[in-house]
């Protein structure tokens, strides 16, 4: 069984940073693309940053210049350092992978930015 854990998140004052990080374990035997994912109150789940075994990170225009994805595939972890952030990118932050060619899904890790 594969599992996606998250961690890092919590309450930053706008301008504010953090770091995200999801770590995957169990049978793990090929690992495809790993990335982030957010859902604001009301609003529908919607990609932050990804980042594949080929080609460069993919961002949401809004979070260009501002977030960071990173892995470290010996750890198999998965990072989104996040920095100016915004009241708007309140949300709960998942983590999502392609392992062993299925998706999977963290359970989820609330970030709130306010004063």
């Known amino acids: 069984q594969v599992q996606l854990v998250e961690s890092g998140g919590g309450l930053v004052q706008p301008g504010g940073s953090l770091n995200l990080s999801c770590a995957a374990s169990?049978?793990?035997?090929?690992?495809?693309?790993m990335g982030w994912y957010r859902q604001a109150p009301g609003k529908q789940r919607e990609l932050v940053a990804a980042?594949?075994?080929?080609?460069?990170?993919n961002y949401a225009d809004s979070v260009k210049g501002r977030f960071t994805i990173s892995r470290d595939n010996a750890k198999k972890t998965v990072y989104l350092q996040m920095n100016s952030l915004k009241p708007e990118d309140t949300a709960v932050y998942y983590c999502?992978?392609?392992?062993?060619?299925?998706?999977?899904w963290g359970q989820g890790t609330q970030v709130t930015v306010s004063s």
């Open positions: 999502n992978a392609n392992i062993n060619q299925r998706e999977y």
């Open positions: 980042l594949t075994n080929f080609g460069r990170p």
């Open positions: 169990g049978s793990i035997f090929s690992i495809y693309a």
